[in-house]
């Protein structure tokens, strides 16, 4: 939605309903490959997975801590 903004589009542009229901947010002709959106989730889940694997090894190793199972 940032980009939408940011790319100069107004809030009136969104509430066009005819045109571009429900993808309020979506201009025709912008956006990425869908390759882009494959590597950046890619690299999101790469980016994550030794904070995910942390965590986990720290729940495991403190089992007296019981609100960490709310987490």
Same mark, same amino acid.
């Given at each position: 939605?940032? @980009?939408?903004?940011?790319n100069g589009n107004t809030m009136s542009?969104? =509430?066009?309903?005819?045109?571009?229901?429900?993808? @309020? @947010?979506?201009?025709?002709?912008?956006?990425?490959?869908?390759?882009?959106?494959?590597?950046? =989730?890619?690299?999101?889940?790469?980016?994550?997975?030794?904070?995910?694997? =942390?965590?986990?090894? $720290?729940?495991?190793k403190h089992k007296e801590k019981w =609100?960490?199972? $709310?987490?």
């Open positions: 939605m940032a @980009f939408y903004f940011i542009e969104v =509430w066009n309903i005819g045109k571009n229901f429900p993808f @309020f @947010f979506v201009v025709p002709g912008n956006g990425g490959d869908l390759i882009l959106v494959y590597s950046i =989730w890619i690299a999101v889940a790469l980016t994550l997975y030794p904070l995910c694997k =942390w965590y986990d090894n $720290y729940k495991t =609100w960490l199972s $709310y987490l």
